[in-house]
């Protein structure tokens, strides 16, 4: 082999239209169910299999490697895969991975992304309006929501994290004063993980009990922020979850928001897996107030069927994003203050990027942004109507009524049973189902208690198949 011949246009057509046929079978029969949907190998096995594999002299067809690769992952097309957040990608997506791979558009400056810039310009400003965040609304895409929320939380630190009396800079002169965020007890990791690497610290968290329903509980936020004072914490920005990640309840943005204009703090919803419902009529309701957010955040990769990992940080003020890094770097951009949009890099962690924006831009310039809106019905529906089928099995319970499609439930035994039996039953019934392979679900713990749950991710995932989960279940209790 020679670069020549790795390079070659004949190969790639020959070996481009064998991937497309290996995985439009895959496809077809991920989709129909009839298979697992996971093959679980314990982590070492799977290392030794591949590092036996690795030894092996070279093959000049990438073919059965390929095969291989299918056949020892999770497939996310399976009606039976219902764990953690990632969407089944549109088929049309992945084609569009694919074409971007190989044009590799560095992005970072305009000429490296003349396209992949205008249509990331394009998309944000699109979901940004489809969210009613205004006329001076845009944003960008980023590396997922982890990378999203630290972003987002970087730029209100650069414009509200000062103290009051000075013209504090944190840029230029480190964090001199003790800043602090406020949260839900039940916000995704990455915002605690975020505010450490800010250097908050444990002090800089504050994270708000919530109620019942799992929602942060806003009535308390007053008292909270008083406490935070007297300690002389500098409290810069709240983060309101859209939904939170283990029972997918929204928390009340309305009262965030209110909030936040009271005291002239900045307002970030997390809205990574459940800010989309604002394309829902159905489901718009309960994200209402996310209008008035002053940064939100979505993955594509979790409701928007686009392949991981595409998220985008929309700003109500679009040029508030110019001010989280202020770098000058002068072999990249000429003129380091300018607000030009086409230079993605002066916003963005990155500096090279994938063109993540083809990805969307082809559904929409597609499918338009319907597609969109019947992926959620479909979903949201589909978790009320398995959290109907859950009330009636008299050994189950549901943790919560289900606001988004994440639902949580559990064996509830018969009420003889202490906490701890009942913890290693549902562990044991989650590592069964695991073990067996056709249904793929996961756990979590809420108030001490473990949960089975699922997100049901695949809209083509029926009633049906979610009682024969059920029934599966009931046959492990
Ligand atoms: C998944 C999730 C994140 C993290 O996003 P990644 O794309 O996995 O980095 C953040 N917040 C919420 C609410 C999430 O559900």
């Not at 077809?28 to 002299?57: C, H, M, S, V």
């Not at 189902?433 to 049901?456: A, C, E, K």
Request: with cysteine.
């Amino acid at each position: 082999m020679n670069l020549d011949q790795a390079y070659s246009p004949d190969a790639f057509r020959q070996q481009g239209h064998a991937l497309i046929d290996l995985l439009a079978d895959h496809l077809q029969r991920a989709q129909t169910g009839t298979q697992p949907t996971i093959n679980y190998i314990e982590p070492d096995k799977a290392l030794t299999y591949w590092q036996t594999d690795f030894e092996q002299p070279i093959q000049s067809d990438p073919l059965p490697l390929f095969t291989d690769i299918i056949e020892r992952s999770i497939h996310v097309h399976n009606p039976r895969f219902m764990g953690h957040q990632i969407a089944p990608p549109l088929p049309l997506s992945a084609l569009t991975g694919v074409l971007t791979g190989l044009l590799s558009q560095g992005m970072g400056v305009y000429e490296m992304g003349m396209t992949a810039n205008a249509l990331e310009r394009i998309v944000t400003q699109w979901l940004a309006q489809k969210l009613n965040l205004g006329a001076e609304a845009g944003g960008l895409l980023t590396s997922g929501g982890t990378l999203a929320n630290l972003t987002a939380l970087l730029t209100a630190r650069a414009i509200v994290g000062g103290t009051p009396d000075s013209d504090h800079n944190v840029w230029q002169d480190g964090t001199t004063n003790r800043l602090a965020i406020m949260v839900s007890g039940e916000a995704h990791y990455c915002v605690d993980r975020a505010a450490r690497i800010m250097g908050l610290g444990s002090a800089g968290i504050i994270k708000i009990p919530v109620n019942e329903r799992y929602q942060m509980r806003t009535e308390l936020m007053d008292d909270y922020l008083k406490r935070a004072k007297a300690d002389g914490l500098t409290v810069f920005a709240v983060v309101g979850s859209a939904c939170s990640t283990s029972t997918g309840s929204y928390d009340d943005l309305t009262a965030i928001a209110d909030f936040c204009t009271r005291h002239n703090l900045w307002f970030h919803a997390d809205g990574a897996h459940g800010g989309v419902a604002a394309l829902s009529d159905t489901y718009r309701h309960l994200v209402q107030g996310i209008d008035r957010a002053d940064s939100v955040v979505i993955d594509f990769h979790k409701m928007m069927m686009i392949p991981a990992l595409t998220t985008a940080v929309l700003y109500r003020r679009d040029a508030d994003a110019y001010r989280t890094f202020q770098q000058r770097a002068q072999y990249l951009w000429t003129d380091a203050d300018a607000k030009d949009w086409f230079n993605s890099g002066k916003r963005t962690f990155e500096c090279t990027k994938l063109m993540m924006s083809a990805k969307i831009y082809a559904i929409l310039h597609t499918y338009g942004e319907r597609i969109f809106t019947e992926y959620i019905d479909t979903v949201y529906g589909l978790a009320r109507r398995f959290a109907g089928q859950i009330r009636n099995r008299p050994t189950l319970e549901v943790a919560i009524e289900p606001e988004s499609n994440i639902v949580c439930f559990r064996h509830a035994g018969d009420g003889s049973h202490t906490l701890a039996y009942l913890n290693e039953r549902n562990a044991q019934i989650r590592q069964k189902l695991l073990q067996d392979g056709r249904f793929y679900i996961v756990q979590t713990t809420l108030n001490g208690q473990l949960w089975l749950r699922v997100s049901l991710m695949n809209s083509f995932t029926t009633d049906a198949q979610l009682s024969e989960l059920l029934d599966d279940i009931t046959a492990c209790i």
